[in-house]
């Protein structure tokens, strides 16, 4: 059923504005706590790896598809990695059909940073014949339920996708077909401050009522390779570096649970 | 693209192991997306589509508001990694044609007129796509529809026939779509009437007579999966009576 | 009154007089419109839909929220493919169309009535009758539109029940929206009782369930309120 997307009822934000005061959160998590998460791979048959997450009510199918050409020019011996991000118009009553505006390209960028940034991919080894032929990856990201916080969904499917992802050399002739080569998990952490409060993993409602909503990407090793502040409120040096903090916590417990083979 | 099989029918079992005038397998399942109003999301065979409605619902923009019914809009869109070889995000002209005769597909079954000045929003998503796209998007729509309450005459039920080693059969795989001689997506509302009928290929006329024969076995076949669906639900604390005390009308090839 | 699943096209009778809402004549058949629950009466047979759309009606009483004010009227969202409009001369009161959102701005909920429903599809709404209000605290829950029925209950009973065993001021919209009122806790029980009633709207023997879900509640709240006695003393 769908939510109308227009306007909150004040006596509505004022309910979970109280509730945040008193430390509580709608559907009774605790502030850093991330809603249920299912991952299941594979379900994108024709794809080269893929991924079905569900995070909450947020439903997002992830596809890797992998084809050789040619490297960019200004990089010429190493891989290349697409990002894109579709927010379909079965998956919210505001999406519309048409080409990516801000909001999907945002998602698509953040993503990729993370991957880009973590090195989880080994580019260089992408590299077929310098200059000339190189592996291109396509990081497909089809949004088909919006239950809030997409780009943490997001993030984590690109991932677990990439995670069963095989290149197709037979496919092209170019050899045995063998796993992508992936050697980082970075996961994106959203939170958004409300009512003095910073809350991870913002459910629809409570994504609306956000000023601000600040996203982290952190790797395996608890580094940082991305970071995102979408929306007007500013925020306090202690509060990033409480994000950071809780970001780190979380991912490593998402990765722990679902990610590590 | 593999190459074209020397046989397509051997002892009368075709490459998947059917019979000509069987279905490939198919999984239903009702609702699985709760921002639209009504979804479903099926596996025909190896496609993976998922259907989604919204509506009836506020129309923009304004100028295209009928003042006298709904709007029936239908969006058939695959998958960037839905094929082998990936398509680029976007509206294709294929695609387009097909959101169009989608539409026309459902336009007579709808009981647009309840609701003057809105649209009902279609949406087919391929997610993995193995021949027979559109009609599998046609079944699953029909269920979306009605899980999302829209009044309709009836469910529209598709399937797709061709030739193959000079047989005319049901619901075409891949190679079959591919390297035969015929394709003839076909879609059947209560009574026997065609809402939706393309052809790709050549056939005889008696070839073609025969084909839609053929295609009317195969909706009604499909017909009995979707209300199944339906059906099962809500099972739960409520067991269809055994009596079944509604029928589906007959239809009648000629009506 | 046995209960069918019924879906569009199914036939219900072969009397075309009996149809009623959910189902169209086609022929000399009555047949099913919706996907839903098979309603056979005395002289009619209707299909009960299990989903759908709130679709306003002259004289019924909705929850609305303000989404616009503009010229001399308050745009009212309605919870229907519909928007509602409050002209200025629907206030309470006589007030300047100078400052209206003084009176009522964005993100307002009120209590009000449909007056007229043009064949444009054009709502007028008003707030000029008994009960009508602004909605200043107690929290908005949204269910189903087509389960409402269950929730009010034949001549009301059903809400009736729920606002004596439950204890909190609650106000039932045609449109799918319910207003509550009381302490945190009657509101939260409030909520979960419409939720389950909405859960279970097409079982049978509802009001029973219902009732034992509450007494069932009850003995968990009985548990908290004695708990926090035990502190007191």
């Not at chain 2, 469910?155 to 035969?180: P, Q, R, T, W, Y």
């Not at chain 3, 059903?158 to 302490?183: A, D, P, T």
């Amino acid at each position: 059923m769908q939510m109308s997307d227009d306007v909150m009822a004040e006596i509505h934000r004022d309910y979970l504005f109280n509730l945040v005061l008193k430390g509580e959160r709608d559907d009774g998590r605790a502030f850093d706590e991330f809603r249920d998460i299912s991952i299941e791979t594979g379900v994108a048959g024709m794809a080269e790896g893929s991924a079905l997450v569900t995070l909450g009510d947020t439903q997002i199918l992830v596809g890797i598809k992998i084809q050789p050409g040619e490297p960019f020019p200004d990089t010429p011996d190493v891989g290349v990695i697409i990002t894109n991000a579709e927010l379909i118009p079965m998956a919210s009553p505001e999406y519309e059909a048409g080409p990516p505006r801000e909001g999907a390209i945002e998602i698509a960028r953040v993503v990729d940073r993370g991957i880009r940034e973590s090195k989880a991919i080994d580019l260089e080894k992408l590299c077929m014949i310098e200059g000339e032929k190189v592996w291109i990856i396509f990081i497909d990201i089809h949004v088909l339920n919006n239950g809030g916080n997409i780009i943490d969904a997001a993030s984590i499917g690109s991932i677990a996708a990439l995670l069963n992802t095989t290149l197709p050399a037979e496919r092209y002739g170019l050899g045995e077909d063998s796993p992508l080569p992936v050697r980082d998990i970075p996961i994106a952490i959203t939170a958004i401050e409300f009512g003095g409060e910073l809350i991870l993993d913002p459910s629809l409602e409570e994504g609306k009522l956000a000023g601000t909503v600040y996203t982290v990407i952190t790797n395996s090793d608890n580094g940082i390779s991305g970071m995102q502040k979408s929306g007007v409120e500013p925020l306090t040096i202690d509060q990033v570096m409480r994000v950071v903090d809780m970001a780190g916590t979380a991912a490593a417990k998402i990765r722990e649970k679902f990610l590590e083979v | 693209m593999s190459e074209k099989p020397e046989h397509f029918i051997i002892d009368g079992k075709r490459l998947d192991g059917r019979r000509v005038d069987e279905l490939r397998s198919v999984k239903i399942k009702l609702s699985p997306l709760d921002r639209a109003d009504g979804s479903c999301y099926i596996e025909w065979g190896r496609n993976k589509i998922m259907a989604a409605v919204y509506g009836p619902r506020e129309l923009h923009p304004r100028h295209r508001q009928n003042m006298t019914k709904a709007v029936v809009q239908y969006r058939y869109n695959m998958a960037a990694f839905s094929v082998s070889d990936r398509i680029r995000p976007g509206h294709s002209r294929r695609s387009i044609e097909i959101s169009k005769v989608g539409r026309d597909a459902f336009e007579y079954v709808v009981f647009t007129k309840f609701f003057p000045k809105t649209a009902i929003d279609v949406f087919i998503e391929v997610l993995q796509a193995d021949a027979g796209t559109r009609t599998a998007g046609i079944n699953a729509a029909s269920l979306a529809l009605a899980d999302a309450g829209i009044p309709m005459r009836g469910l529209v039920s598709a399937c797709a026939v061709g030739k193959v080693d000079g047989e005319i059969v049901l619901d075409l795989m891949k190679e079959e779509d591919n390297f035969g001689e015929a394709d003839v997506p076909v879609a059947m509302a209560a009574g026997g009437k065609i809402t939706h009928l393309q052809m790709d290929g050549h056939l005889t006329r008696d070839e073609f007579y025969e084909a839609l024969k053929l295609a009317k076995i195969g909706c009604d076949k499909v017909y009995k999966l979707q209300r199944q669906a339906l059906i099962e639900k809500y099972s739960g604390d409520y067991a269809e009576n055994g009596e079944d005390a509604i029928t589906q009308s007959e239809g009648d090839a000629d009506e | 009154m046995e209960r069918n699943i019924a879906i569009p096209g199914d036939v219900v009778s072969d009397n075309i007089k009996m149809s009623g809402s959910g189902t169209y004549v086609h022929g000399d058949t009555v047949r099913a419109s919706v996907y839903g629950l098979l309603n056979v009466g005395e002289r009619y047979i209707s299909v009960i839909p299990l989903a759908g759309k709130y679709i306003p009606c002259a004289s019924d009483r909705v929850i609305g929220i303000i989404t616009e004010v503009v010229y001399s009227n308050w745009i009212v969202d309605i919870n229907s493919p519909y928007e509602g409009l409050l002209h200025i001369s629907q206030y309470p009161r006589r007030i300047d169309s100078e400052n209206m959102s003084k009176y009522l701005k964005v993100g307002d909920c009120i209590l009000t009535m449909v007056a007229s429903v043009d064949a444009g599809m054009k709502v007028e709404l008003t707030l000029r009758e008994k009960e009508l209000r602004v909605l200043s605290n107690g929290r908005i829950v949204t269910i189903n539109p087509t389960k409402m029925p269950r929730v009010i209950g034949r001549n009301g009973s059903m809400i009736r029940l729920l606002k004596s065993e439950i204890g909190c001021n609650m106000f039932v919209g045609q449109n799918g929206r319910i207003w509550i009122n009381g302490s945190d806790d009657c509101i939260d029980l409030a909520i979960q009782t419409v939720k389950y009633i909405e859960d279970n709207a097409h079982t049978p023997g509802l009001t029973e369930r219902v009732q034992a879900f509450l007494k069932a509640k009850e003995k968990t709240r009985y548990g908290k309120v004695h708990e926090s006695r035990n502190d007191e003393e």
